[in-house]
Nanobody, 128 residues
């Protein structure tokens, strides 16, 4: 069973930065993409960013483009989400999720239903 554990959330002022981490452990598929998702209060969970198995492909939701950067260190089985210029609208519970892939060349998805494994989330609060 693949397990994902998020960390790095917290309280930050508008304009500040946070770096989230997603540690992957357990029975790891040969190839997998990772997505970061956010569930804001009273809203549905939405895809924010994703990264392919080898890190060559990344995708971002329009709200994250230019402010967030996703990366992965496969040697450490960890995926990161650097978040800069945070705004109150970025407040929410952030989840990472894994999408096992059949081929290493497949990209990544921002769709909830493509993910097979989920972490429990880390809370990000942007407030002054």
């Amino acid at each position: 069973q693949l397990q994902l554990v998020e960390s790095g959330g917290g309280l930050v002022q508008p304009g500040g930065s946070l770096k989230l981490s997603c540690a992957v452990s357990g029975f790891t598929p040969a190839y997998y993409a990772i997505g970061w998702f956010r569930q804001a209060p009273g809203k549905e969970r939405e895809g924010i960013s994703c990264i392919s198995n080898n890190g060559t492909e990344t995708n971002y939701d329009d709200s994250a483009k230019g402010r967030f950067t996703i990366s992965r260190d496969n040697a450490k089985n960890t995926v990161y989400l650097q978040m800069n210029s945070l705004q109150s609208e970025d407040t929410g519970l952030y989840y990472c999720a894994a999408d096992p892939l059949l081929l290493p060349t497949m990209g990544c998805s921002l769709r909830n239903y493509d993910m097979d494994y989920w972490g429990k989330g880390t809370l990000v609060t942007v407030s002054s």
